[in-house]
């Protein structure tokens, strides 16, 4: 019974271990990627203001005038939302056939190209509109450079770090 039951529980350990540690990183690289696009290149908003416009989605725009209480729930969530998307992600390498053999073939960087555009899309298109935030028009030059943030900063930490076995 040992036999059966360790080496899964080891397994699942570092598969939750693994997810954990991939929705760190993301929430890390696409923060900063982020703070860094409105604050020093669009020079429109500071950091804080950057997670409290993620705290949006559950206060309204009464985060903005919340001050570090605010900033701190946006980064709570940008960090759950991360941690989510490992795991669908986990999730979803491990049970289908054909993600694998897709993610196989496509090797990490157009795996995490997909990743991110699927992504972002998902978040803009049909998670935002559920919330107190607003949506990127697809038009706009903006959804575009998100696109391309995700891509970069979201999908291919995802597609480096969350693997079949959680190894």
């Not at 696009?37 to 009464?62: E, N």
Request: glycine share 8%; aromatic share 6%.
């Amino acid at each position: 019974m040992h036999d059966f039951i360790l080496p899964r529980m080891r397994r699942a350990h570092a598969t939750l271990v693994m997810t954990l540690r991939a929705g760190v990183v993301v929430a890390l690289t696409d923060g900063l990627w982020a703070v860094t696009l409105w604050t020093v290149v669009l020079q429109k908003s500071s950091a804080s203001r950057v997670f409290q416009g993620i705290a949006r989605a559950l206060l309204g725009d009464a985060a903005f005038t919340g001050g570090t209480v605010t900033t701190v729930v946006g980064v709570a969530m940008h960090l759950a939302v991360a941690c989510g998307w490992a795991a669908a992600y986990a999730l979803a390498l491990r049970h289908s056939r054909a993600v694998r053999r897709t993610v196989s073939a496509c090797g990490p960087l157009l795996t995490g190209a997909v990743i991110g555009a699927v992504v972002w899309t998902v978040m803009d298109l049909l998670v935002l509109p559920l919330t107190r935030a607003r949506a990127t028009p697809v038009a706009s030059t903006m959804f575009a450079v998100n696109l391309v943030g995700h891509m970069l900063f979201v999908g291919l930490p995802l597609a480096l770090l969350v693997r079949e076995h959680g190894d």
